[in-house]
């Protein structure tokens, strides 16, 4: 993670079939090409209206 990008997630290289179709691997890109002012959202019901 960077200051300056903000909350991004990184996708880590798998040996098994089970953790490479894991929710936290399928997400990262979606959570990723959020834009920057919805991730950083202080409070969930902001992020919920951002979103």
Do not use: M, Y
Not at 22 to 38: E, K, Y
């Amino acid at each position: 993670r960077s200051s300056n990008t903000g909350l991004l997630l990184q996708n880590r290289n798998v040996r098994t079939e089970t953790f490479k179709t894991s929710f936290f691997n399928r997400i990262c890109h979606l959570w990723n090409i959020l834009p920057a002012f919805i991730r950083d959202s202080p409070i969930v019901s902001v992020f919920k209206d951002r979103l």
